[in-house]
Every structure is written in structure tokens, then in C-alpha cells.
């Protein structure tokens, strides 16, 4: 086999073949990354390697072609027949010979990782999962053109059926939604005749056991049949060719039937076995929290697709079905609203949702997900272009099975009438994401906070709530309330009654702003503090995610009162100092002599003990732009994050159960970093110098060879 693998790789080399797959495979693909990461500043490859699918379906027929159809045509095939080596090895050692031509330029490929790097973050996982990916999709489909090859001794003829077959295979599934849309035993056996679609699975950063077993197969079936092929053709017309043209074919039938058993058999396993999930932010795997809150799940709950299973979102289809493993109450059907118009006549809220939007439903409850509320986008508003930034269906289908699940709904009411900031839409969505509802509370027309308040949102009042709204909020509060609030820098000088809410809790707010003079603890202004996070039920998402949350001209809290439970949620560095008369103008923020320099508390949890054995919790923060989208947006989603753990805290019901909000996945990159004359050089060397090389060098070594 040795000999053979050898003899193989050289004469590929000797020749022009060789050479010109190099050069096209790697100018090629060298001339999109360029766009995409030189020009585009995407750190990311894989998409695109999915051009490599296309390439390759003109290449590997024309680097193979000469396989067994040359030998064959010029009658060399008779030593191989003869020769003391069994067919097995020969055929091996002649694919090992491509297959290592092919294995350079993915080789060369893994190379553009590494130099992306150098100028921002990369995600090397995803990128090399999808470099590993082609490499099998190259090995799967080498070993579908060698066997054509060895059918025919016309080389052009071999080219050609390798070309057709391959092409084929990849408008596979075009075909079978022709067929079927619904998919019937017809189009189930075209599938698996559809190799690129394996490939799709390592390019969406997934390492698919399922992929990897089909493609694995699909080189050792065809591998085998290429060897039955030259079997037959060894032994000359006789006895012994109709025995052993019996024995082939039940060896053929047998290999086949185990090739197909064993890709049933990984399809029947769970996802959770089948499926690694290797992007960042974990995109196609299941977060902790979904897993422990479907295993919880007592009641009955399907979630209708609207679409058919051709037609079906990927992404989502995978989410769905490890929601469906989690719980036995979990069911997932697809609907055809085109087949079945009849179906959307039951609801009366879907008329404007898309394809492969979403029905929750238990019992007499149900809640509609639209489809493009599954995903975030952002808007490049300089040339108008919509891009997907993040993928939420795990969360969104959370907070759809809580709704329909739940009795009854939590409440939260929002203190207006003192100068309080609106809450920013993130933190809204947060709330409706919790099924949460909220309204606006103006203590002046209510005698009490409502009895159904679960949770009182105060946001930085900027004057002073009067005696009686401040006797309201603490009688509420004096019987195990719940209480979320900011203070504001710009409050007024006398805030005497919203100071007595505070002292409920054992706290006092500063009257000057925190500044910091440690670099690591704000972000170009000493007001825009990135402060400590300590590590706690509420803050723990938040310290495994980026650990930033944003606080602007934040006040800070001291302890006055023995008595209330206090934890430390966010504190600055012992170089921190309260700066007075600080407004959002100031731009000198020199210390004073009558500034102290010291540790402070930005954040903190207070837990006294209310009336009848009840506790009143309170999560109190210095900074009245905690919860505005701009100070989110500056810590990718942190400060939502935190604020939808306390509201999550804040909303636990009587036997413990919490609500359930999973943040949406980011599916955006950091863009790279590339100054644009070495973006020049590098397009130049990679997409014209190595293919140019590759090729003078083929052509030099092929005239030479040719004139000796």
C-alpha cells in the first residue's frame, strides 16, 4: 500500500494536476477570506468555507479522474491486478494518495486562524471545527469520484459522472422539497444521498456525531464498492467469477445494510449525546437553568411549528428538539399553515407571523412567538443593511411555557411622580421576558401600593417623595415587600423621606458622586465605573459573562444600622473617592483635599425582617443610569443580565420556584482590527503570489518531465 500511496502522490505531482488543485482550491478560498476578514474585518471563516462545497465540486472530479480510469485505458491495471498486494490495499493506498493532496490545502487553510488572530480576538474553535468539517466533506466526496473512476477507463467520462453525482448530491435537497415539502419515504432516501448538508453542521459550529459517522461511512462504502468493482475484473470469465459474483453481491447487500443500520442507530440517540456545541456563546446547547426547569415541568405543554419540516429553521429545529429530551410534558409538532389553513383559524393572534414562527400552548393557554422575535438585529444605518446579532429562541420558548404554564402572572409597578427615569426598553423586554406585568404607580391617586404588587421598581427619584408616599412605601415594605431602586446624583438637597426608605434597609446614599482612580475600574471618565462584582446567586451570570457591569455618576451606599442583612454586591478599588457638586457636564474631576480615598459600595442586597416572619428584600443601586440601554449597550447586555437576576430573585414564589429568563446568545464577532496596507500586502501574497507559485511551479515541472 506503501508503494502504491507513493507511486500515487508523486505522479500527481509530476505532473500539472496536482499543483492546479492547490492553486485554485487555495486562490480561491484565499480570495474570499480576504473580502470577508482583510477587507470585511470578520474574524470568523466559516462561512466562508461553505464556498469550498462548491469549489470542490469541480476540483476533486479533475484531481481524481485519472485514478483507475487512466490505468485502466492504458492496460497498467493489469499489474495492479496481478500484483501481490490484495485490491483492498491498492485502492487504499491510491485514496490516501488524493486524500493527502486535499489534506494540504485544508492544512494551509488552518494557517489563516492563527494569522487572524494577530490583529483581534478569533474564534478558533468554531473556525477549526469548520476547517474539520471540510476536510471530511473533501474525504466523503474523494471517495464517491474514485469509485466512478474505477467504472470506466475514459478519463473525461470519469470527470464528468463524479461532476454529475456530485452536483446532484447538492441540489438534493432542492429536490426533495419538489417532491414532498412534508417528506415522505421518497425524500427520506434522497437524504441520504445529500452529503453537503453534514458539511453544514461543522460550519454552524457544531461538532455533530451524526455528520461525522454519515461522512465517515460514506468513504468506507464507496471505498469498499471500488474494491467489489476490481474484484470482479481480476478473475477472468469462469466458475470461480459466477461463485465469487454471488459472494460479492451478498457482501455488498450486507456491507450496505450495516452502513445504513449504523447511521439509524446515531440517529436515534438524543442530541444531548450526539451534538457538541463549540461555539462561544453556546448557540446550539441548552443553558443550565432550561435544563432544571423543563425536568420541572408537571404539566402538558406542545409548541406547534409553522412550517413544514423541509422548510424548518435549523437553529431553532435544534433548540426545540433538546427542549423536547428535557421533558417527557414537552411535545414539538410541525404545521403546514399552507396545508393546514385551517389550523391558524383556532388562534386569533398569528395573522401577521412569518414561517417558522411559534404556538405554545397548554391547555386553554396559549402564547404566539413570532419568528423574528426568536433573533436580535442591529442596523448599520451608514448603508441601511439589517444583520442578525443574536439568537434568543431559548429564551423567548422559556418565558412562552412559563406563561401558559403559570396561574397566576407576577406584577411589578414602576413609582412615578418624583423625577424617576423610565426604565430603558432592555430592561422592559427583561420584564416582559419574565411574563412580568407592569404598569406606572402615582401614589397621589392610590391609598396603598396595590395588593398585587410583587415587586415596587423605584428608579432615581430626583425630588423627595412626600411623607405620605413615603409611609405608603414602607408599610408595603413593613409587610414583605419586594423593592428594586436606584438613587440619583442629581436628587434634590433635601430627600428626607426617600432617606427614610433607605434607612429601612440599614443604608445611607452619599451626596457627592464616586470617582475612580484605579485605570482597571472605569472606562475614559472617572464617573463611568466599571466596579467590582462580587460573586453571588444574583451577580453569578454576570461574573461568568464579560464580569462588567456599568455604573455612571453613582452615589454609594453606608451601612448605618445594625439589624438589616446587608451583601455587598458592586464596590469600587481602595482608590475610589466621593467627589461633591459633580453634574453629567463636569470635566474636571481633580481631587480635593476633602475627598476620601477608600473602598465603596455601589451595589448591595438588603434583607430585613418584615412583619408576621416575613423578610422585605431590597436590591439598591447608586447609579440612576444603571438600568438605561445606554449603559447596557456598554457592557454587551451585563447591566439586563444583572437586572434580570434580582428581578428573577425579587419573584420567587411561595414554594421557591423562580422565574426563568435565559439572555439572548450573541452571534456577533468583534470585528478585526486590520490597517489597510497590510490588508493590501496580505490579499496580495495569499490570493495572487502562492497561486501564481503553485501554478509556475506545476507548469516548470511538467515541461521539464514532458521534454525528457
Known amino acids: ?235 477472468t470469465v469462469s466458475r470461480n467469477t459466477l461463485s465469487f459474483g454471488a459472494y460479492s453481491t451478498g457482501l455488498v447487500a450486507l456491507v450496505l445494510a450495516v452502513t445504513v443500520a449504523a447511521n439509524l442507530a446515531v440517529n436515534q440517540l438524543p442530541s444531548s449525546y450526539t451534538v457538541h456545541d463549540v461555539t462561544e456563546s453556546g448557540l446550539y446547547s441548552l443553558t443550565d437553568d432550561t435544563k432544571e426547569y423543563l425536568k420541572q415541568l408537571d404539566q402538558d405543554v406542545t409548541i406547534y411549528v409553522l412550517a413544514s419540516t423541509s422548510d424548518k429553521d435549523s437553529a431553532l429545529d435544534s433548540t426545540l428538539q433538546q427542549m423536547a429530551e428535557e421533558s417527557a410534558h414537552l411535545k414539538i409538532q410541525y404545521v403546514d399553515p399552507a396545508a393546514n389553513p385551517s389550523f391558524l383559524q383556532k388562534y386569533d393572534d398569528v395573522m401577521d407571523c412569518t414561517w417558522n414562527s411559534l404556538i405554545v400552548e397548554s391547555g386553554s393557554r396559549h402564547k404566539t412567538l413570532n419568528y423574528s422575535d426568536l433573533y436580535e438585529y442591529s442596523i448599520d444605518y451608514s448603508t441601511y443593511q439589517q444583520s442578525v446579532t443574536g439568537y434568543d429562541a431559548e429564551g423567548q420558548v422559556d418565558s412562552a411555557i412559563a406563561y401558559v404554564v403559570s396561574e397566576k402572572l407576577p406584577k411589578a409597578y414602576l413609582l412615578t411622580g418624583h423625577g424617576e427615569e423610565s426604565l430603558g426598553s432592555n430592561f422592559t423586554s427583561v420584564l416582559t421576558k419574565l411574563n412580568c406585568e407592569y404598569e406606572d404607580l402615582d401614589l397621589l391617586k392610590n391609598d396603598t401600593v396595590p395588593e398585587d404588587c410583587g415587586l415596587l421598581i423605584i428608579n432615581g427619584p430626583a425630588t423627595d417623595l412626600s411623607v405620605d408616599d413615603a409611609d405608603k412605601v414602607l408599610d408595603y415594605l413593613q409587610n414583605g415587600g419586594k423593592l428594586i431602586a436606584t438613587t440619583n446624583f442629581q436628587e434634590a438637597e433635601d430627600m428626607a423621606n426617600w432617606d427614610r426608605v433607605l434607612a429601612y434597609y440599614g443604608v445611607s446614599a452619599s451626596k457627592g458622586v464616586v470617582l475612580e482612580n484605579n485605570p482597571g475600574y472605569y472606562y475614559r471618565l472617572e464617573s463611568y465605573l466599571l466596579p467590582e462584582v462580587s460573586s453571588t446567586d444574583e451577580t453569578s451570570s454576570v461574573v461568568s459573562g464579560n464580569g462588567y457591569v456599568f455604573m455612571a455618576y453613582s452615589q454609594a451606599f453606608t451601612e448605618e444600622e445594625a439589624g438589616a442583612e446587608i451583601t455587598k454586591l458592586l464596590t469600587t478599588s481602595d482608590n475610589a473617592y466621593i467627589h461633591s457638586g459633580v453634574t453629567s457636564e463636569t470635566e474636571n474631576f481633580e481631587k480635593k483635599d476633602t475627598d476620601v480615598t477608600g473602598q465603596y459600595t455601589l451595589g448591595v442586597k438588603a434583607v430585613v425582617n418584615a412583619e408576621e416572619s416575613e423578610e422585605s428584600t431590597a436590591y439598591l443601586f447608586g447609579s440612576v ?84
Open 625 to 708: 443610569l444603571t438600568f438605561s440601554d445606554g449603559a447596557d449597550q456598554m457592557v454587551s447586555g451585563s447591566n439586563s443580565t444583572l437586572f434580570s437576576n434580582v428581578v428573577r430573585a425579587c419573584m420567587e414564589d411561595e414554594d421557591g420556584a423562580e422565574a426563568i429568563s435565559v439572555p439572548a446568545k450573541s452571534i456577533s464577532q468583534e470585528s478585526l482590527t486590520v490597517p489597510s496596507m497590510t490588508a493590501i500586502v496580505l490579499n496580495l501574497v495569499c490570493i495572487v503570489l502562492i497561486p501564481l507559485a503553485l501554478l509556475i511551479t506545476g507548469f516548470v515541472i511538467w515541461l521539464v518531465r514532458r521534454r525528457a
Open 1 to 235: 500500500m506503501t508503494a502504491v500511496f507513493k507511486k500515487d502522490f508523486a505522479s500527481l505531482f509530476h505532473g500539472f494536476i496536482g499543483w492546479l488543485f492547490l492553486a485554485v482550491m487555495w486562490g480561491i478560498l484565499s480570495l474570499y477570506i480576504g473580502m470577508s476578514s482583510f477587507i470585511g474585518l470578520d474574524p470568523d471563516i466559516t462561512a466562508v468555507l461553505a464556498v469550498s462545497s462548491v469549489i470542490m465540486i469541480v476540483m476533486l472530479p479533475i484531481l481524481s479522474m485519472r485514478s483507475f480510469a487512466e490505468e485502466r485505458k492504458t492496460r497498467t491495471d493489469q499489474m495492479i491486478l496481478t500484483a501481490p498486494v490484495s485490491i483492498g490495499q491498492v485502492v487504499l493506498g491510491k485514496y490516501l494518495a488524493l486524500a493527502a493532496v486535499h489534506s494540504i490545502v485544508v492544512l494551509g487553510l488552518c494557517l489563516y486562524p492563527l494569522l487572524l488572530s494577530r490583529f483581534g480576538t478569533v474564534p478558533f474553535a468554531q473556525s477549526y471545527t469548520g476547517l474539520f468539517g471540510m476536510w471530511l466533506f473533501g474525504l466523503a466526496e474523494l471517495a464517491v469520484c474514485v469509485f466512478l473512476s474505477s467504472l470506466t477507463e475514459n478519463v473525461i467520462i470519469a470527470a464528468v459522472l463524479s461532476f454529475a453525482c456530485l452536483f446532484l448530491s447538492m441540489i438534493m435537497p432542492n429536490l426533495e422539497q419538489m417532491i414532498s415539502a412534508d417528506g415522505n419515504l421518497l425524500t427520506t432516501v434522497l437524504g441520504a444521498l445529500d452529503i453537503p448538508s453534514r458539511f453544514d453542521s461543522f460550519l454552524n459550529g457544531k461538532i455533530d456525531l451524526t455528520a461525522l459517522v454519515y461522512l465517515t461511512s460514506v468513504v468506507f462504502l464507496f471505498l469498499f464498492l471500488t474494491t467489489q468493482v476490481l474484484q470482479k475484473r481480476r478473475y
